[in-house]
C-alpha cells in the first residue's frame, strides 16, 4: 500500500522566513496530492493540491513542488506568520487520501 | 462552504461499551470517511464509503464497523470499546473524487476507562 512520510516531525522557523517542508511518498501510482494544515483542536484543513501532471503550483504565499522522479514533494510557505503554526501533512490520493504523520511547523517572533 | 459536523466533541465511555460516533455532512457529498489521529501516527484511515449502504476498508478497521444510511450521515461505531481506542476521531467529505480535496470535521475526542 501506499506509505506517506515527511522528512522532519518539527521545523522552527522565524516569522518572515521561508518554511519549506517535505513529503515523500511511495506509489508511483499516486496522481493527486493535498497538502493540509491542522491548528490545534481543529480538523485539517484543505491548503493546496496539485495533479501528477504539473510539477508546481502557487497559492497565496503558498507553493508545492513535485518530483515525480523521485516520488518527493515539498510546500513552500512565503513570508512564515505565526498564525502558520500548525502540523501539516501531505496526503496522496490512492483510494482514499493517505496521511503522513505531519511535520510541526512552529514560528516564531 | 461545506460543513462536516461531528455529533460530540469530547466522549468519555467504559472498556466494553458500543459506542457510536455520528457524522453529518450538508453538501451532497458521495464519499465520507472515518479516520483516527494519534501523536506520532498521524492520520489514519479507518472505514470509507463511496455511496450509501456501501462501505469500504481502511488501514486499520479491526475493533470497528460503520453504517451509511443516508448520503449525508456516516457513523462509526465500537462494537466492544477497549483502552487501545481512546483517540482522536476524524470525520471527512469529499465529491467524488477530486476537487477541493476533503472537508474534515472538528474532531472527537474519545476516552475509553
Known amino acids: 500500500g501506499e506509505s506517506v512520510g515527511l522528512h522532519l516531525p518539527t521545523l522552527s522557523v522565524q516569522e518572515g522566513d521561508n518554511s519549506i517542508i517535505n513529503c515523500a511518498y511511495s506509489?508511483?501510482?499516486?496522481?493527486?496530492f493535498i497538502w493540509y494544515k491542522q491548528e490545534s483542536g481543529k480538523g485539517p484543513q484543505f491548503i493546496i493540491d496539485?495533479?501528477?501532471?504539473?510539477d508546481k503550483r502557487q497559492g497565496q504565499r503558498v507553493t508545492v513542488l513535485l518530483n515525480k522522479t523521485v516520488k518527493h514533494l515539498s510546500l513552500q510557505i512565503a513570508a512564515t506568520q505565526p498564525g502558520d503554526s500548525a502540523v501539516y501533512f501531505c496526503?496522496?490520493?490512492?483510494?482514499?487520501?493517505?496521511f503522513g504523520k505531519g511535520t510541526t511547523l512552529s514560528v516564531s517572533s | 462552504d461545506v460543513k462536516v459536523t461531528q455529533s460530540s466533541r469530547y466522549l468519555v465511555k467504559r472498556t466494553g461499551e458500543k459506542v457510536f460516533l455520528e457524522c453529518v455532512q450538508d453538501?451532497?457529498?458521495?464519499?465520507m470517511f472515518w479516520y483516527r489521529q494519534d501523536p506520532g501516527l498521524g492520520l489514519r484511515l479507518i472505514y470509507f464509503?463511496?455511496?450509501?449502504?456501501?462501505?469500504e476498508k481502511g488501514d486499520i478497521p479491526e475493533g470497528y464497523s460503520v453504517s451509511r444510511e443516508k448520503k449525508e450521515r456516516f457513523s462509526l461505531i465500537l462494537e466492544s470499546a477497549s483502552t487501545n481506542q481512546t483517540s482522536m476521531y476524524l470525520c471527512?467529505?469529499?465529491?467524488?473524487?477530486?476537487?477541493?480535496?476533503?472537508?474534515f470535521g472538528s474532531g472527537t475526542r474519545l476516552t475509553v476507562v
Open positions: 471527512a467529505s469529499s465529491s467524488l473524487w477530486t476537487g477541493d480535496g476533503y472537508t
Open positions: 506509489n508511483s501510482a499516486s496522481d493527486y
Open positions: 496539485i495533479r501528477s501532471n504539473m
Open positions: 496526503a496522496p490520493l490512492v483510494s482514499a487520501l493517505i
Open positions: 453538501m451532497d457529498h458521495e464519499n
Open positions: 464509503s463511496y455511496d450509501v449502504k456501501m462501505k
